[in-house]
């Protein structure tokens, strides 16, 4: 066992200055040297039973196994390592908010091991290397599967279906394949060069992209499902939680998807301009999430005058909560790179009316909520408290609330697709929203009983 982890600290602060960062949609984070990365690895204890890779990574990455193969600089060793398990470890090293290291023992009374950042530089030295292979099949069937989606989910089992010789065809609504991964989360975390890099590779493996094609629009379920012997509809949660209070129909209020969405298309040049610009307001974004985090972020960088961000939920705790001990994924106050960039953030605010003048939306009117908090910490229940309502200002505002699962019926109605057990539901489709990770572990789990079924 490793005792470097008493002589080594963790590296606190990864992100390029703030002030300088903000000017620009390049990915946040400032690259470390291999030997800062090195003596990361080596903090690693090599514990008996490594929960960050049984319980934290949901791919069961070789967490241990790949920090010790990074401590020696043996960095295709560690490459081998981390592609047995993860489909695409550049994107999950860039967006995962890293569950593992939520559960490294070391988390018990230091900081934990910079995992994530390790795992980027394994799969960047890869890709330098030119390491990273397409996965061509032993042998091509003459199956066929349709995947609808090319969202993490639908990629991640394209390549495991592709690499049992399965014929793939993955059809794609937008103009790129990457779904939230090209047009939900910012450049600033994952710049799309990263996606397209995946992309190329998964073309030349020999899966195919119908993309600018809408499933059940441009072309009806029944008629591909007849062409196919298996389908996947990983289509991800389409349907944004909206906020039907008095004047939502006032101009100026937007789903947050449709503002990242906008941005990420105007930096890659498929658009010529925002639909919906930040430029010089007051923005309001609610919801206290990722999501919304991503708004902040963007709302900065297009010259916001302000930026709040809004929750009904309570402050979270400095530190893990009681009610999430070691080794669960820590209950605590998470400050993104955005928040640092400038926002202020207000807890256990609840919205009631839009205010507006002209049409516009000028204001929100909130009223104060208190939690009750079970003896863990955790808020179970909560009371408006009446005369103390406030109106926030503001010109645009971002509903960041998250978006609802639909079960399979409804899924499959709205594809226009009746229910046939050659049809397989994977990602946030089957499991409601979640994250990059987890949808990853779900396409490789239906690949795996697609091709179950196939080979009954
Ligand atoms: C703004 C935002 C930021 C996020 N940030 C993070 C993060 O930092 N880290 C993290 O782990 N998770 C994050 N998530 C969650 C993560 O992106 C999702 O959990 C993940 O992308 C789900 O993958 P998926 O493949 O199931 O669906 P999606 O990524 O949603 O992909 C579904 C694809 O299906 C396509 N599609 C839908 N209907 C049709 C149709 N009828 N025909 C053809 N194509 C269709 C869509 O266009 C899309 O490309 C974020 C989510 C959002 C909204």
């Known amino acids: 066992m490793s005792r470097d982890f008493m002589k080594i600290e963790r590296i606190g602060h990864v992100y390029r200055n703030a002030g300088e960062r903000v000017r620009d949609f390049r990915e946040v984070e400032a690259p470390l040297t291999d030997k800062q990365l090195c003596d990361q690895a080596a903090r ?46 550049e994107f999950t090293s860039r967006v995962c908010p890293a569950l593992c290291e939520g559960s490294c023992t070391e988390g018990l009374n230091l900081e934990p091991v910079m995992i994530r950042q390790i795992e980027k530089a394994i799969v960047e030295h890869a890709f330098e ?41 993955v059809y794609e609504k937008n103009h790129f394949p990457g779904g939230l991964l090209r047009y939900g989360i910012p450049d600033f975390k994952l710049d799309k060069a990263v996606v397209e890099r995946r ?8 899966i195919r992209f119908e993309t600018d094609t809408e499933v059940g629009r441009d072309v009806s379920a029944g008629y591909l499902r007849g062409r196919c012997d298996a389908m996947l509809i990983a289509c991800g949660t389409p349907v944004p939680r909206d906020l039907k209070i008095p004047g939502r129909e006032l101009e ?3 789903f947050a998807l449709e503002f990242l969405q906008g941005q990420n298309r105007a930096n890659s040049g498929e658009a010529s301009s925002v639909p919906v610009s930040a430029k010089g307001k007051r923005v309001l974004v609610i919801g206290g999430g990722d999501t919304g985090s991503d708004c902040v972020g963007t709302a900065n960088r297009q ?40 926002c202020v953030r207000r807890w256990e605010l609840q919205s009631k009316a839009f205010s507006g003048a002209d049409g516009r939306v000028r204001g929100v009117e909130v009223i104060p909520v208190r939690w009750t908090l079970s003896p863990s910490g955790r808020p179970q229940k909560f ?48 499991t409601g929203p979640s994250l990059v990770v987890r949808a990853i572990v779900d396409g490789r789990k239906a690949a795996a009983q697609i091709d179950r079924y196939l080979s009954r």
């Not at 992309?199 to 020999?206: P, V, W, Y």
């Open 383 to 430: 009371e408006e408290l009446p005369g103390q309502t406030e109106t926030i200002e503001a010109d645009l505002v971002l509903l960041a609330l998250g978006f609802l699962k639909l079960d399979r019926k409804t899924m499959l109605e709205r594809l226009k697709l009746e229910d046939a057990p050659e049809v397989f539901l994977a990602g946030d489709s089957a």
């Open 199 to 206: 992309i190329r590779i998964l073309e030349e493996s020999g």
């Open 44 to 89: 690693c204890m090599g514990c008996g039973i490594p929960f960050c890779h049984g319980i934290g990574c949901p791919l069961g990455n070789l967490i241990p196994d790949f920090n010790e193969a990074v401590r020696q600089g043996q960095w295709r060793q560690a490459w081998e390592l981390l592609s047995s398990t993860s489909s695409f470890p």
């Open 252 to 254: 100026g209020i937007h």
């Open 303 to 342: 010259g916001a005058r302000s930026v709040m961000q809004i929750e009904i939920m309570p402050r979270p705790p400095e530190t893990r909560s009681p009610s999430t001990p070691w080794p669960y994924w820590p209950y605590q106050l998470r400050t993104s790179s955005s928040h640092e960039e400038g």
């Open 129 to 169: 290397n030119s390491w990273v292979k397409p996965a061509m099949p032993e042998k091509r069937l003459k199956r066929k599967v349709i995947i609808v989606g090319a969202g993490p989910a639908g990629l991640a089992a394209a390549v495991q279906l592709n690499k049992a010789g399965y014929q793939v065809t």
